[in-house]
């Protein structure tokens, strides 16, 4: 995955990987999740290595001041997001089916663009 349109290089970009459509966006209590955090920068690359095949949705966090939490003002995040297919963002997170990818035997690529409300 290649993470583009971070507005900075501070702080730390953290990925979750999860299957479970209950546990999106940011899979609590999925034992199954996969999760990576890796430095900020202009783009940032993720590699989840080899996964199972099935269907999967990833959600990240631009956690510019890497206090390891997604701020928030007024219920309004203050820090970048992004979602697997580049999915759209309504009145809250997207649902597991639009942000969702089949994940095979070949190697999955996909762009996702930060976004950010503040």
């Not at 996964?51 to 309004?76: F, Q, V």
């Not at 580049?86 to 994940?103: N, R, S």
């Amino acid at each position: 995955m290649t993470v583009i349109d971070l507005r900075s290089a501070k702080g730390l970009v953290q990925a979750c990987l999860t299957a479970n459509p209950r546990r999106f966006p940011d899979c609590t209590g999925d034992s199954h999740a996969y999760s990576l955090t890796v430095p900020a920068g202009p783009e940032v690359h993720l590699d989840f290595g080899q996964i199972p095949a099935g269907r999967y949705a990833i959600a990240l966090l631009h956690d510019e001041n890497g206090n390891g939490r997604a701020d928030k003002t007024l219920m309004i995040p203050r820090e970048g997001f992004g979602f697997s297919r580049d999915a759209a963002v309504h009145m809250g997170p997207p649902k597991f089916a639009a942000a969702a990818f089949e994940v095979g035997g070949r190697a999955v690529e996909q762009t996702i663009r930060m976004r950010y409300l503040l």
